[in-house]
């Protein structure tokens, strides 16, 4: 059952990207998802900090949602399939190649705020 939840949630969140990349590629990279687990050390003590102070929802399970975002952190896109995504951000959420209403005003507007204020993932070598 576990499995299914995860599965079930990304497929939801792949499936909104692809109509967002207007069908361009949207993929999965299997290494880099094993790679985000055996190396998540910050990403567990965080979680256990926030389910310590109460922060998720009741009947969160906290496994279960480092997966989701393990996964999520693992999403491939090309150059094209990543360029039509962020022209449905900029166009307010409708895909400039399909035409199809994907994200509502007030999602965009969150979700920019978002991008704007947390900037990319800091990489260490």
Known sequence: WYQRRV????????????????????????????????????????????????VFPEGCNLQETLDLYFQLCSVETTANSAAVISATLANGGVCPTTKDVCVTADAVRNTLSLMYSCGHVRLFW
């Open 7 to 54: 599965r079930v949630r990304f497929d939801f969140v792949t499936s909104e990207y692809k109509k967002m990349a207007g069908g361009e590629f949207v993929g999965f990279s299997n290494a880099t998802f094993l790679s985000e687990k055996s190396e998540a050390d910050r990403n567990y003590a965080i979680g256990y900090y926030l389910k310590e102070h109460n």
